[in-house]
């Protein structure tokens, strides 16, 4: 649904603190800090990560999926595919 350095990258676009994304999504602070310290995709109630990616979109954030193109327009930032290893033909997404 969404990884931690999503909502980090998501915060830092939209010049926002954890506390101010908690008070935008209707959650406590404690329940961010400890998403975007998860490691991967962000774990937790269904409820309360629906509240965090609807606050994120209604203050302009678009969240794309691995593997998705981007529907909509302006700027923005992806993380690119790593290299494959040459020793293993790996191309895993970079952390």
Do not use: W
Not at 15 to 36: C, F, H, K, N, Y
Not at 52 to 64: Q, S, T
Not at 69 to 84: D, F, N, Q, Y
């Amino acid at each position: 649904m969404i990884s931690a350095g999503q909502m980090r990258a998501a915060r830092a676009l939209l010049g926002i603190d954890q506390r101010q994304l908690a008070a935008l999504a209707g959650v406590s602070l404690p329940t961010v800090q400890r998403m975007e310290a998860s490691a991967g995709t962000v774990r937790g109630m269904i409820g309360t990560l629906t509240r965090i990616v609807e606050a994120l979109d209604h203050a302009g954030i678009e969240l794309i999926g691995n593997n998705a193109p981007s529907t909509g327009i302006g700027r923005g930032v992806r993380l690119k595919e790593a290299p494959a290893d040459p020793s293993t033909g790996d191309g895993e997404p970079r952390p």
